[in-house]
């Protein structure tokens, strides 16, 4: 069977860690500016990480070598793990935001 990518294509899935970059919304995010975007950004990387998740499977499953369901797996986890973990935390920070908003404007 043929692999899905060669193996040197798969050291470039080391790229994902790009998905860091996320971390510039966290401004956005304290101040409760952006909220539609954020949370939709949000939720298509944490789509995404499942789907990576979901490919290492079927990879795994499919008989794939491991230099393809290795990085697919590992990024899949950490994504997944990381985003999941905080979209809580996310979406609780902009309900405090509004709170915040909300009250200032009763003190008015």
């Keep these: 069977m043929d692999s899905w990518f060669s193996e040197q294509f798969s050291h470039n899935l080391a790229l994902l860690a790009l998905l860091s970059v996320l971390s510039f919304l966290d401004p956005c995010i304290r101040r409760g500016k952006h909220r539609n975007l954020v949370m939709a950004?949000?939720?298509?990387?944490?789509?995404?990480?499942?789907?990576?998740?979901?490919?290492?499977?079927?990879?795994?499953?499919?008989?794939?070598?491991p230099f393809v369901v290795r990085p697919l797996g590992i990024a899949g986890l950490v994504i997944t793990g990381v985003f999941g973990g905080l979209y809580r935390t996310t979406r609780s920070a902009y309900q405090e935001a509004e709170l915040r908003r909300i009250?200032?404007?009763d003190i008015e």
């Design 41 to 65: 950004i949000w939720t298509a990387v944490l789509v995404f990480g499942c789907a990576c998740l979901a490919a290492a499977a079927l990879a795994w499953l499919g008989g794939q070598p």
């Design 103 to 105: 009250s200032a404007l």
